[in-house]
């Protein structure tokens, strides 16, 4: 038996990279920071994440730069030749199956603020 899932929380990094096929399908691309703890500071990591269809189009129209996501899914590494050097490389992809929508960094400064105006 083998198992490869990936679970992860954190920030979008950038506006949704959308494209629509004539097939009708959706692919989305963005790039994800979570945190890694350290002793000195929090480092970010940064994945790449590649969602698809119905899930691809609530990504496109829901998530921007900054918001909070949590997302679900396998580690695929694509492979490929550099034209220039010849050289193979490869780069991590988290392939989405199931994406939660937590909320943007606007709306929790907006809900820190609220809560502070409390007090």
């Known amino acids: 038996m083998s198992l490869n899932v990936v679970t992860l929380v954190g920030r979008v990094g950038g506006d ?3 494209k629509y096929f004539e097939s009708g399908t959706v692919l989305c691309k963005l790039t994800l920071a979570v945190n890694r703890r350290t002793k ?3 480092q970010p990591d940064w994945f790449n994440l590649e969602i698809w269809g119905k899930t691809a189009q609530i990504a496109a129209d829901y ?3 900054g918001s ?3 997302v679900t899914g396998s580690l695929r590494f694509d492979r ?5 050097s010849g050289a193979n490389r490869s780069k ?3 392939k989405v199956d199931h994406l939660d929508l937590l909320g ?9 603020s609220q ?5």
């Open 40 to 42: 000195n500071s929090d």
């Open 80 to 84: 490929w030749q550099d034209r220039n």
């Open 16 to 18: 949704p990279d959308v």
């Open 63 to 65: 998530v921007r730069k």
């Open 92 to 94: 991590p992809v988290i």
């Open 104 to 112: 943007s960094k606007r709306d929790n400064e907006s809900g820190m």
């Open 68 to 70: 909070l996501i949590g």
């Open 115 to 119: 809560q502070n105006s409390e007090f």
